[in-house]
């Protein structure tokens, strides 16, 4: 078997799951929240695969930090999104 | 059927949904979202190339020879690529924030009609 | 309808590309020793850099130059923020003041989350940690004083001088080294004095001193992009 | 003097970028002087190092910290390197002068910081032997242009801003998923080594990695898929800065590119990543002439030109042989200098008229007879008419590409040509052959820039023989891999 104590497979599993919430949630509060949760795991992650200063640097910049950004950002924006997408991404035409 | 690890096919379901994030939709501040995502997928991609099975961390103090350690080098580069995410994400909300002041809104389709 | 269409077809080029990477990735074998230069490094980290800690003996000294980039990449993002955000007058619209038990606690912990950042940087040759998650941390004891004081305001002028200054330092301390051994980053320090004895806290040459400069400078630049995200023009201004 | 001294190259500018802010605290007024000073310092360096690699035949190894590769990080000044490093400062030397016309928008230290930052990155990216750093110096070049994009804050600079952003996330992402397949499967990041042992790489990992790296190096390279932001950004962007896109951010882009292509040559699906490379090339050129077409935006008509230049040399590069690269490297040089004095042109023209469309070039022939002069020049060089330096590539390049059974893309790349030429004279007939307004006095220090440029374009394309040598030596640099190998002095580590 390749899981180390296969308590990451279990961990693994919520990351990609709280990933597709963040994508999939409207309102973008929750979906920082869920992507600072998938830095959080992967941070867990990253400790399992022997990596502690990846983990620390994870954990205290790829999480906290920048979901701290997003927050402020989205505090002078606007918290949800809009109207149901209809057209390819604005880069694929000219 | 090809055959990877957990850990491969977690960075890679991680690099999947984020790109799906940022083609598919249409808000500015969720297309961030999905690239922060993608960045965390190749970075768990990269320390799991360096681990090797049964040893431990490469902080050669007490009782860790230098046989016993992982590969210590892909873990300073994502320590770099980590640091780089962060400055690429807080550079993007900002032009993101003038976009919402000229605008008045994150979608880019309508930022796209607004402009004419 | 259309939306459908479309919105399977970039899940289809998705899939397809996460095959592709899938079927790559299944040709490097998981969990087995692949080292080539990580294994030099292992053998002699201790004799050449004088650190204990592998990792950041590679990020400070063998590749040195990376990390002076990722500092310069740090400097420009706080630089472009600070140029987009700019406005001829600003200031802090928060409303809500923090409450008793937020202005009390930050007032308490702020001196010891800066201390702790710094115990973080300064020990990054030997524990896990070092200048980046250590100027974080600091980054976040201000956060916290912005949280909890509507009116609090970094000081930016000295901030910026300080950003300046210690990058400079960071690219003199490389200078030095082409003057003293001739080449650019040289461990002057260590490769020619071999100062202190490996894993005590006075050891790893010149890695402390640049993980303090690295340490104040994350320390500064993440707090001036903190400052910039939640400051508002005024308006009327522009 | 000491090879090691070539480091100054990447220091001189970053320790200035931190003085700034020291400088702004003691005088504003200074900032921009002082850009002067650092700028000319640079170009006196590079032509230093320039001079040393071109006199005594040998590239210049710089390495970090006194570690050997693949031990440490080796910067690789080679002939080509030597001759893009001299362009980039010396084209930042032009434009620190440039700058006191154009940027009149705050905060200008910022600015400052940025535009020296963006000098140095394209130097590292051309400079560097070592893949993990490339990334690095990718992302310091392309950060600072997404920051000096936006930096006008208008609405439609912060979109082309984000355009960029989105891209160049995901191209900086692949970019690094390269990296991992590459370091997962040979275990090292030199360059030099990875091409040693790339005939050992899995076939399918290798052809994933390789392509991967284009990919992500695509979206500074302008390559088609990858380019959308491209036209917006040129267009958006301070007019200098649009000069630095199009002289040499893009080429810093392409030379990557092509060192990667070529020091993978060992792998067994080489030729499918290259066969790639052309079409995504040639559907460059089309796509951008024909964009070019219906542009009433002069800027933003001459930004789709120099991308469909870019194709050009793409194409040449990924031809694989030895003439192809050639040719790549001269149109690399020739496009930088008449992008470069059409851009400053027109951008100097956008700023005295108050805009860039195709009205406010009404009878600029009688209103500012130099700069129309120059951009005259400029655009009869870019359609390719003999005597001028640009003709001299094009056709090695269609030569090469023949040569190589490649006639298809040839053909095409002709007719779009063709189409360059019917949109250049329809400005020159706008300049020339349409009245309106009265004569504007020219800035003589702007007058002094075009007009050297101008004379550069005409000797080269008289003489071309000069440069056709530097681009032969430099073309030899990227293609003979094995030479490559021989100069970066690796430490016997396991291979």
């Not at chain 3, 004891?141 to 009116?151: I, K, N, P, R, S």
């Not at chain 4, 002939?79 to 010396?90: E, M, N, P």
């Not at chain 4, 051309?126 to 993990?132: K, R, S, V």
């Not at chain 4, 009265?438 to 003489?463: F, H, K, P, Q, W």
Request: charged letters at 10%.
């Amino acid at each position: 078997m390749n899981c180390i104590s296969c308590i990451d497979y279990i961990i693994i599993g919520i990351m990609v799951l709280s990933a597709v919430f963040a994508v999939e949630w409207r309102d973008l509060l929750a979906a920082v929240v869920g992507m600072a949760a998938v830095s959080l795991f992967a941070s867990l992650l990253f400790f399992f695969l022997q990596a502690p200063d990846v983990a620390m640097t994870e954990a205290a910049i790829g999480a906290a930090l920048s979901g701290a950004v997003f927050i402020f950002a989205i505090k002078r924006t606007r918290r949800f999104e809009t109207e149901e997408e209809e057209k390819p991404g604005w880069w694929v035409r000219w | 059927m090809i055959e990877i690890s957990a850990y491969y096919f977690g960075a890679i379901a991680l690099i999947m949904i984020g790109l799906y994030a940022v083609l598919v939709k249409k808000n500015l501040l969720k297309m961030l979202v999905g690239l922060s995502i993608m960045e965390t997928g190749v970075n768990l991609l990269l320390i799991s190339i360096g681990y090797i099975n049964g040893k431990s961390a490469p902080i050669l103090s007490e009782g860790v020879g230098p046989k016993g350690a992982v590969d210590p080098i892909p873990q300073a580069l994502v320590l770099t690529a980590i640091v780089i995410g962060v400055a690429t994400t807080a550079m993007a909300l900002s032009a993101a924030i003038i976009l919402y002041e000229k605008y008045g809104t994150l979608n880019i389709e309508e930022i796209r009609r607004l402009r004419g | 309808m259309v939306s459908i269409l479309k919105r399977s077809l970039a899940i289809i080029t998705i899939l397809i590309i996460g095959y592709w990477l899938a079927v790559a990735m299944s040709h490097i074998p998981f969990g087995q020793d692949k080292m080539l230069v990580g294994q030099y490094y292992l053998n002699h980290v201790k004799d050449q850099t004088g650190a204990v800690n592998a990792v950041t003996a590679i990020v400070v000294n063998y590749r040195g130059f990376d990390t002076l980039g990722e500092v310069t990449v740090l400097f420009i993002a706080s630089t472009g923020v600070g140029a987009l955000l700019w406005k001829r007058k600003r200031e802090r619209t928060a409303r809500v003041p923090g409450s008793v038990v937020l202005t009390t606690g930050t007032r308490f912990l702020f001196p010891f989350i800066v201390l702790f950042g710094a115990y973080i940087f300064i020990h990054g040759h030997l524990t896990p940690g070092g200048g980046f998650p250590g100027g974080a941390t600091i980054a976040t004891g201000f956060l916290l004083l912005y949280m909890a004081f509507t009116v609090y305001e970094i000081p930016h002028k000295g901030f910026e001088v300080t950003e300046g200054l210690v990058g400079m330092s960071y690219v003199a301390v490389g200078l030095i080294g082409l003057l003293i051994g001739s080449y650019f980053l040289y461990d002057w320090i260590w490769q020619t004095w071999h100062v202190g004895t490996v894993g005590k806290l006075f050891s790893g040459g010149f890695i402390p001193i640049i993980y303090i400069l690295i340490g104040l400078k994350v320390g500064t630049e993440l707090s001036g992009i903190i400052d910039n995200m939640l400051k508002e023009g005024v308006s009327g201004n522009d | 003097m000491n090879g090691q001294y070539a480091s100054l190259l990447i220091a001189i500018p970053l320790i200035s970028a931190f003085f700034v802010p020291v400088i702004k605290a003691a005088s504003k007024k200074a900032v921009m002087p002082f850009l002067v000073l650092v700028t000319a310092v640079q170009t006196a360096a590079a032509a230093w190092v320039f001079n040393e690699v071109y006199t005594t035949g040998k590239p210049i190894i710089v390495m970090a910290g006194k570690w050997q590769p693949p031990i440490g990080i080796d910067l690789y000044i080679g002939h080509f390197a030597a001759l893009f490093v001299f362009i980039v400062a010396a084209v930042s030397f032009l434009l620190s002068i440039y700058n006191f016309k154009t940027i009149k928008i705050e905060p200008i230290d910022k600015y400052a910081m940025l535009f020296l930052l963006l000098m140095l990155g394209a130097t590292g990216m051309i400079a560097t032997g070592d893949i993990f750093n490339l990334f690095v110096f990718m992302e310091i070049t392309s950060i600072t242009a997404y920051a000096l994009t936006a930096y006008n804050k208008t609405g439609e600079a912060a979109e082309a801003s984000m355009k960029y952003m989105i891209l160049g996330g995901i191209g900086s992402s692949f970019f690094l998923i390269g990296i991992a397949i590459i370091y997962g499967s040979l275990g090292t990041l030199n360059m030099a080594q990875i091409a040693q042992l790339a005939g050992s790489m899995n076939a399918t990992a290798a052809q994933a990695g390789l392509a991967l790296l284009i990919f992500g190096l695509a979206v500074e390279a302008e390559l088609f898929p990858l380019n959308a932001w491209a036209p917006d950004a040129y267009q958006a962007a301070p007019h200098p800065v649009t000069v630095m896109f199009s002289a040499f951010v893009v080429k810093a882009g392409l030379y990557a590119a092509a060192r990667l292509l070529y020091l993978m040559q060992a792998v067994g699906s080489w030729h499918s990543v290259l066969k790639l490379v052309v079409i995504m090339a040639t559907l460059t050129v089309i796509v951008a002439e024909f964009s070019a077409l219906r542009q009433r935006n002069v800027k933003r008509m001459i930004a789709y030109s120099s991308i469909s230049q870019v194709g050009f040399i793409a194409l040449a590069l990924a031809l694989g042989t030895q003439a192809g690269v050639d040719a790549g490297v001269f149109h690399m040089v020739n496009h930088a200098i008449v992008k470069a004095l059409l851009f400053i042109a027109v951008g100097y023209v956008a700023v005295e008229l108050g805009g860039d469309e195709v009205e406010n070039f009404r009878g600029l022939g009688r209103r500012m007879p130099i700069t129309a002069f120059s951009i005259t020049i400029g655009s009869l060089a870019v359609i390719g008419i003999p005597m001028f330096n640009v003709f001299w590539s094009k056709l090695r390049i269609i030569l090469a590409t023949v040569d190589v059974g490649y006639t298809w893309a040839a053909a095409l790349v002709l007719i779009a040509s063709v189409v360059e030429a019917v949109y250049y004279l329809r400005l020159l007939h706008v300049m020339w052959f349409e009245r309106s307004g009265e004569r504007i006095t020219e800035s003589a220090a702007l007058g002094a820039i075009m007009l050297l440029l101008v004379a550069v374009v005409i000797v080269i394309g008289v003489y071309p023989d000069y440069v056709w040598n530097l681009a032969q030596k430099a073309g030899a640099d990227i293609f003979n891999v094995a030479q490559y190998i021989k100069n970066v002095p690796l430490m016997g580590v396991g291979a």
